[in-house]
């Protein structure tokens, strides 16, 4: 039903001049027959399609009361979108240049890894394929939301997010953390964008199956910019995973040493979310601008898989009370890592707290470039800072376990993790740089290390066999340094190291003469190295003009590679496309070319993925550049 008062009808009288911020009809032009009216929609109008009527009347002079009335339908619908070069707009971001990068470019940068050792994977979004505006439009008629308030990017942004992923309100992607995916599903790692995923899922109207952080990360940005709200992927290394509003990471181990793994919040490696740029005209004054939005499903807000949108700003200040979920967002950037010591019959007791370990080089695409921007003081101040305590007293206020909450204490001894780029089949060394601070006493520390197979998320498989233990028992004089290098050998641990995943080292120190504690946990990338290489024939083409790719990957590993392929996907090129390579022997090198052809005029992005279950993130990109065609060579 069209409701004038719900906005999903507008009457629009002829005026002499159009407001930038209402809707309005103005005659611009009128030869013999032939009328051209210019049209304004309002900011307020909510997006999506509409339909334009045109009435006119014109009197009868032979017969006066009986106007001569014609309607016309125009043929084709209109698609209002949110306008961030309109300052009336509640999107509007005062920067050309963050515009093109987060509206209109349709490529980009997601950043991968672990805090010491990270790198970009690149990401079509692919914002202007046929097939994602349909897919936005498909999902907002499933969500639970009022035509009336897709006007507002608050409600439209946290609906989305809800939707984006499978758990609630029939939603597009399943997620699924596992070693093994089924037949006929796509390993997350596979993906390079976000087209192929909202392709699938309008043409089956079914889930998709699966994806991660990166990848709901990735459609969810895609969504946003299709419907004209700046967006952007945040990565944040070492993310907190808060699972009982405490507003901490709760860490355990029992009375020998031991990880409980099963009582335990979660610290991923990293994990990816997005920001959103708009006006908040449902909180005080201060919280315009970005706003954290999370499509991966973690935990329920107001009983549905989703998060946010909430004022990165609030995050910073610790407004945990704010809508929506700043709480849970703050613990990821900002929660106290709290050991907890398990003794036998259950009880438990506070050993040891870290308040400088959640959140650490949270990171995004630069404007313009593909350079890494930094935006870790935009989520939390600097760590040990008098704003940073501040703010971290205030927060404990609320939390679940607020009767737990610890002061800072100075420690006797200080711990240095050293970390080196981890190559699969390659020996890894991880020194530990013990230094005593007292300067009047020696001191006694046992050391207990515990080594396993981990999960980007942090989860380690219970089931899953301890690649190493190391127990030791150093003697510190006063002041001095002294390190302790753990080795593993290739033999140790390359049966026992799964395709995509990290070796996580737990370490727990206790000082004899203080009874001080002191834990710690530390990831390892295992790097294995691209080895994808790719060559256009030409690098300037005509539209439709026809190219050839070829791609090529050597396996640089000691293993042999089945059911390998190339994937291809670029935006404006051509549909995705797979090229089955079989086995790849070690050592080897194989090649496939495609032939292609671009329809999109501009700098044009293909993206080439080796794909197997032992390699992830061997992705290249190739940039061509299409010029227009000639109306003769348009077929």
């Not at 008629?141 to 997010?161: E, G, I, Q, W, Y």
């Not at 984006?164 to 964008?193: A, C, F, I, K, Q």
Request: proline fraction near 4%; include cysteine; hydrophobic fraction near 35%.
């Amino acid at each position: 039903m069209l409701i004038t008062g719900k906005g999903t009808l507008c009457t629009l009288n002829q005026s002499q001049k159009l407001n930038n911020s209402e809707w309005g009809c103005l005659l611009e032009k009128h030869e013999g027959e032939e009328i051209t009216f210019r049209m304004m929609t309002s900011v307020s109008a909510p997006v999506g399609y509409y339909k334009v009527l045109i009435e006119s009347i014109c009197s009868v002079t032979d017969s006066p009361g009986s106007p001569n009335i014609t309607k016309i339908t125009c043929p084709e619908e209109i698609f209002v979108l949110f306008n961030c070069w309109c300052p009336e707009d509640s999107v509007f971001i005062d920067d050309e240049a963050q515009r093109q990068e987060y509206v209109l470019n349709d490529t980009g940068l997601i950043w991968v890894g672990t805090y010491r050792d990270f790198e970009p994977i690149p990401w079509n979004f692919g914002q202007y394929e046929v097939c994602v505006l349909e897919c936005a439009v498909y999902l907002l008629s499933n969500a639970n939301l009022a035509v009336a308030a897709r006007s507002d990017p608050v409600k439209l942004t946290r609906a989305l997010s809800a939707l984006v992923n499978s758990n609630d309100e029939g939603g597009m992607l399943w997620g699924r953390w596992t070693e093994t995916y089924p037949p006929n599903s796509t390993d997350p790692t596979e993906w390079v964008g976000s087209v192929e995923i909202l392709r699938q899922y309008l043409l089956n109207e079914e889930p998709v199956r699966y994806g991660q952080c990166w990848v709901f990360s990735g459609v969810l940005t895609t969504l946003l910019r299709c419907l004209g709200i700046p967006a952007r992927c945040v990565t944040n290394f070492e993310s907190g995973h808060d699972t009982d509003c405490s507003y901490s990471i709760d860490c355990h181990y029992d009375v020998e040493g031991n990880p409980v793994d099963e009582l335990d919040d979660s610290i991923w490696n990293f994990h990816v979310w997005n920001e959103a740029w708009f006006k908040r005209h449902d909180l005080p004054p201060g919280y315009d601008g970005w706003q954290a939005v999370d499509a991966t499903p973690q935990e329920a807000s107001e009983s549905i898989m989703r998060c946010g949108p909430c004022p990165v700003k609030a995050i910073k200040q610790g407004d945990v009370y704010l809508p929506y979920d700043c709480g849970f967002l703050f613990a990821e950037v900002n929660g106290d890592r709290i050991w907890w010591k398990v003794e036998k019959d259950g009880s438990m007791s506070v050993e040891y707290v870290d308040r400088n370990c959640i959140g650490k080089s949270i990171s995004t695409k630069a404007v313009g470039s593909d350079d890494r921007e930094d935006l870790t003081r935009s989520y939390k101040h600097e760590d040990g800072s008098t704003e940073e305590e501040n703010v971290l007293s205030k927060v404990s206020q609320f939390g679940s376990r607020k009767e737990w909450t610890t002061k800072r204490v100075n420690r006797d001894i200080q711990v240095e993790l050293g970390h080196e780029t981890a190559i699969m089949g390659s020996e890894i060394k991880i020194p530990i740089q013990l230094t005593n601070t007292n300067s009047k006493s020696s001191r006694t520390v046992s050391l207990s290390a515990h080594i396993k197979c981990a999960a980007y998320t942090g989860r380690t498989d219970s089931k899953q066999p301890l690649i190493k233990t190391v127990t030791n028992v150093l003697e510190l004089s006063k002041s001095e340094t002294d390190t302790l290098t753990i080795s593993l050998l290739p033999d140790e641990y390359l049966k026992k190291v799964r395709a995509g995943s990290t070796l996580r080292m737990f370490l727990q120190l206790s000082v004899q003469e203080t009874k001080q504690v002191y834990a710690t946990q530390e990831s390892f990338l295992m790097k294995k190295g691209s080895g994808v290489m790719v060559t256009c024939s030409k690098t300037t083409v005509k539209q439709y003009e026809e190219f050839d790719v070829t791609c090529s990957y050597t396996n640089t590993t000691s293993t042999k590679l089945t059911r390998s392929y190339f994937y291809l996907e670029g935006p404006g090129i051509r549909r995705s496309k797979k090229l089955y390579c079989g086995t790849v022997q070690p050592g080897s090198t194989i090649e496939r070319t495609l032939n292609l052809s671009a329809y999109r005029v501009g700098e044009r992005v293909l993206f080439v993925k080796f794909c197997n279950s032992k390699i992830p993130n061997a992705i290249e990109k190739v940039k061509i550049v299409v010029e227009e065609a000639e109306p003769t060579e348009v077929i």
